[in-house]
């Protein structure tokens, strides 16, 4: 298999088998990610996508379902991101899901009759690293998109019948429009109605811009309590009936499908650590992590 590191996978998606597509991501200026520092975009040659599917072919030719690497394959036209499911389907023809990340930008090569043809090709689910609802703060983090952008490409993919993630990066804001990001972060995310939403807190890198603006006083972090107020308030303000995942540094599971019947077992939950947690273990928990 060929694969450029570093690798990132949702762990959430069946991860067997990987299927690098291509290298990098081509925004790669998010001001709280390193995750492909240093790692041109480029396609990942057919030769090469071929010599994969046929070792995948040899060694579980049954499988059903696949997952496509790397940061956002569907930054390539539809003509050239098709013949590869096409390739897909030929080396396994039961295949029946094909998982892959983007960036909303990348949707906008696509139409919906684009989309729908890859939908027949098996492409089910996309997860989408949002990060943010608020046009403030997409712009504060370069993101490269608008809110408008987010609804916009968003209802492409639903009229398509393609599922599809949305992450809430919960703290990127910093204290300064921490509230702003939260409301305007779940109205979009409630209006775009995802199959799942995805919450995970800031984490400053070394090497990340935002980290670097933090050691000037330019931006102002939240603390761990001042995260989970609000994680909070977005999930009081989030409206669509999705599967609800986070990633925090609390021991509570906040995760599981049908959100609405859940969010008020969920907002008790984080009344609760906000009012008793330790947050000295929550912050020596975020400075042992590594990457996103």
Avoid at 50 to 71: F, G, H, V
Wanted: aromatic share 8%; with cysteine; charged share 25%.
């Amino acid at each position: 298999m060929h694969f450029t590191e570093p690798v990132y996978r949702n762990p959430y998606w069946p991860t067997f088998p990987l299927l690098q597509i291509t290298q990098g991501c081509t925004h790669n200026k998010c001001k709280f990610c390193t995750m492909y520092s240093g790692v041109k975009f480029r396609l990942q040659p057919m030769e090469l996508i071929e010599d994969d599917l046929r070792e995948i072919a040899a060694y579980a030719p049954q499988s059903k379902t696949i997952q496509l690497l790397s940061a956002n394959p569907l930054a390539m036209t539809s003509n050239k991101f098709k013949p590869i499911l096409e390739k897909i389907n030929e080396y396994l023809p039961e295949i029946e899901y094909i998982y892959t990340q983007t960036r909303v930008s990348d949707l906008k090569n696509k139409t919906v009759e684009d989309l729908e043809e890859l939908r027949e090709l098996g492409l089910r689910e996309i997860s989408l690293g949002v990060e943010s609802g608020d046009d403030w703060t997409l712009n504060r983090i370069n993101k490269g998109y608008t809110s408008e952008d987010i609804i916009v490409q968003c209802g492409k993919l639903t009229d398509a019948g393609i599922d599809f993630w949305m992450t809430f990066l919960n703290g990127v804001a910093g204290r300064e429009h921490s509230h702003d990001h939260a409301v305007n972060s779940a109205e979009i995310f409630s209006q775009c109605n995802p199959m799942l939403v995805g919450t995970g807190g800031l984490t400053l890198f070394p090497g990340t811009p935002l980290l670097e603006e933090a050691q000037r006083g330019e931006f102002d972090p939240l603390s761990e309590k001042e995260m989970l107020v609000e994680l909070k308030t977005f999930v009081e303000h989030l409206s669509c009936d999705c599967s609800f995942i986070t990633h925090h540094t609390i021991s509570a599971s906040l995760t599981g499908p049908d959100f609405l019947s859940r969010k008020n077992r969920i907002i008790d939950a984080l009344d609760d650590v906000i009012k008793h947690g330790d947050f000295g273990e929550m912050a020596e928990i975020r400075r042992n992590k590594k990457s996103l």
